[in-house]
């Protein structure tokens, strides 16, 4: 006879979905930087001043879209994470890797916008922990912790950081057309910008954004534990969820929405303070 072999676990089809509209909404964004300066891309006025038109799109999408998706595909990823236990340590370790691999060619080689290979660094660290941790509610509880010292850390580093705008935020004009230089032109001049912007988004990634990144997939990793990612609730459960968190989400945003243009996207609050 020949010994059965075990099936592999069905797909969540619902996950996968979400996966793909969070990706969708990642490239919402990301149009922003294919075709303007990195400055316009928290900045509506990074000229100085900026039209109506523009001003509202900013306002759409900073309000129902910015760092919206990145957060679900970080609660994704950490999701998936935790289904990828029964695959062994070797094979996660694998795969993040390469992940690492692939994101480090892509960031330096074609795009300076790449979220691969802090994912996987990240994605690492937490695997570690995912494995080590006893309940969902721990992973959960760990999570939040890890989110807010990211957000405190981002309120410390408004207080301690320089407030010159600088090039990413108000560029000159020699800025702007050097940039559209080394894009355009490609080659050994762009892999060298694309390099230095690598260890800017590495040390941020240290500094700050890996708190908030980790805290997102320990939370996803608690909820798919628990049976929440995998629907095992009720519906008005998630209705009732959904009623609440969703408007509140929005209401919390509209005042950094609404702060940052009182304040005409000044630096110092619009860069760092009502990020938060």
């Known amino acids: ?72 595909f970080s609660l994704l990823f950490g999701a998936g994470l935790q289904l990828l236990l029964s695959r062994g340590k070797r094979w996660v370790h694998a795969r993040l890797f390469w992940l690492m ?35 969902s509610r721990l992973l959960m509880r760990t999570g939040a912790v890890l989110y807010l010292v990211g957000i405190g850390v981002l309120f410390v580093l408004s207080q301690i950081l320089s407030l010159q705008p600088g090039r990413f935020w108000l560029p000159g004009t020699a800025d702007i057309a050097y940039e559209a230089y080394w894009r355009a032109l490609g080659g050994p001049v762009a892999w060298g910008n694309r390099v230095d912007l690598l260890t800017e988004s590495l040390l941020s990634l240290g500094v700050q954004y890996g ?53 005409g996207w000044e630096y110092r609050w619009s860069g760092l303070l009502l990020q938060i």
């Open 1 to 72: 006879t020949i010994p059965s072999l075990p099936l592999p676990p069905s797909r969540i089809v619902a996950l996968d979905f979400a996966r793909g509209v969070a990706i969708l909404g990642i490239l919402l964004l990301n149009i922003t930087a294919f075709g303007l300066p990195h400055a316009a891309y928290l900045n509506p006025a990074w000229q100085g001043e900026t039209t109506l038109s523009d001003a509202l799109t900013w306002a759409v999408m900073d309000l129902l879209a910015q760092a919206k998706f990145l957060t679900l």
């Open 101 to 135: 691999i692939i994101g480090l060619i892509h960031a330096i080689f074609l795009w300076d916008g790449d979220i691969l290979l802090d994912y996987a660094l990240i994605g690492l660290v937490c695997y570690g922990m995912i494995r080590h941790a006893e309940s």
């Open 211 to 263: 708190w908030l990144l980790a805290g997102s997939m320990l939370l996803g990793a608690g909820l798919m534990r628990s049976g929440w990612l995998k629907g095992e609730f009720s519906t008005a459960h998630y209705r009732k969820v959904a009623l609440w968190l969703i408007p509140l989400g929005v209401a919390i945003n509209s005042v950094g929405v609404v702060g940052q243009w009182l304040v």
